[in-house]
């Protein structure tokens, strides 16, 4: 492992809760206010956040409001692209957009205004308008001095992206080819179909570990462990109180299939997108094809049967979708992909699921889900611009996001019980956790953005996977 230099060791010691131990993170650090501090100062600060989704701002001059940790961002379509800019006013500093443009109107011909004293920027961040200029010393209105500071902003995936470190490697360069399997499955055609937000009463680090590895679906989501028990059991011991094998030697392949296919089902019901209802239809109008009589070959089989009648189908409705098998061979993917620092993508067929996480407070955040599918071009509906908040126990969420926050919350209650100085993780599974936390801290210690770079590439695909070697 490579030696700090003098700088980094300086900041690494201001780090009172630094992941010694790889197989065992410190409490404090879902609790203690300086440590998220210490995150907010040198973490939040310098990462690639996703801001927006493009469909909510389609036309030039429309603009949403993206907010982290006390600091706001305008990202609004320009002539010139996707732009963002700090949202505050240049003369008195209060904010000039709060929301999305569909609340304030689109910007293109009114421009941005102060609700204070009324100045104006227009949409590329220029001031267009000082009311009572010949009240100021001119040397306080240098039209390149009261433009509105730009933000790092960039596009990817049919999401907008922001930085506010101006010296960070480009997205794409930070995520590298994590990103090639996304984009071969199309995730830049996706639209949303529905979006739900709710506050936990969490760390944001404590929500995100519930989808940073499948370990818990024994006991969380017992209803997918008794649909395909080998799938689980396969990768988590035989002892986790499964009904055997998925794929059962005495079982026909009708019959292993029909477990399969039940899991579609409740993929379908527990996520609503993850397994889309059009893709469910067209999985169930194969069950009844012919295959081979060994299980082991007829359901993968039966697999690549139903992914190919999903992307035949659905193009011949018009929707532009790539060949899912294809994508899937050349580029595998387990079942979530993480992009750091907050959010995740869950794969299953065309559509995705998107999961976001913002810190609002040391022990509390903000939790969104997105469901994404395709539309045949023309018949896209209208964009979703704003979440709809229910209490983290509504049974309003679908059932899989319902039975992960019924954990979250007690979880966090257990970080402050006396005697538990740290979470034990398995260096198999719960590796994922683990490179988080160590990456974390390479922020805090202050590394370099190509230094950072290829850890952060290897979070991406480690979902369920072991605790890495980083040169952090």
Sequence with gaps: MADFDATESLKAAANPFRVIDPEKIPASRFYDEEFFNLEAEHMWSRTWQMACRLETIPEIGDWVEY????????????????????????????????????????????????????????????????????????????????????????????????????????????MGSALDGLDARGIGNLRAEWWYGTVLPANWKIAMEAFQEGYHVMKTHPQLQQATPVLYNSRYGNDTGGQGPAINPDMSARDNILSQFAQFELLSEGMA???????????????????????????????????????????????????????????????????????????????????????????????????????????????VLEPIMLPYDSKEFPKIPQQDYSNIPIQQKGMHSQGFEYMRLSRVREGLISNNHRVIDGFIAGHSHARLAPAIQQLSLNFDGPILEFDL
């Excluded at 700090?86 to 929301?99: D, M, T």
């Excluded at 001119?138 to 596009?155: I, N």
């Excluded at 060949?323 to 993480?338: G, H, N, S």
């Design 67 to 174: 907010t982290i940790l006390g600091k706001s961002v305008i990202v609004v379509n320009t002539k010139d692209g996707v732009k963002a800019h700090h949202n505050h006013c240049r003369h008195r500093g209060v904010p000039i957009a709060g929301g999305h443009g569909n609340d304030r109107g689109n910007c293109a011909k009114t421009g941005f205004i102060c609700p204070f004293h009324g100045w104006r920027w227009n949409m590329e961040g220029d001031c267009t308008f000082v009311y009572g200029k010949q009240l100021f010393n001119q040397d306080l209105l240098e039209a390149e001095d009261l433009k509105l500071r730009s933000v790092r902003c960039e596009t990817w995936g049919g999401c907008a992206y922001i930085n506010l470190d101006d010296n960070a490697l480009s997205y794409v360069e930070t």
């Design 273 to 383: 997108g993850l397994v889309h209802a059009k893709e469910l239809e067209i999985a169930r109008q194969c069950l009844d094809v012919e295959l081979p009589d060994d299980p082991a070959v007829a359901v993968p089989m039966w697999f690549g049967l139903v992914m190919d009648e999903v992307t035949k189908q659905l193009r011949a409705r018009g929707e532009n979708i790539p060949d899912i098998r294809e994508a899937a061979t050349k580029y595998p993917l387990d079942a979530l992909q993480f992009n750091f620092p907050n959010s995740f993508v869950l794969v299953f067929f065309s559509g995705m699921t998107s999961y976001r996480v913002r810190p609002l407070t040391p022990e509390t955040c903000l939790f969104e889900i997105w469901s994404l599918t395709n539309f045949p071009e023309g018949q896209e509906p209208d964009p």
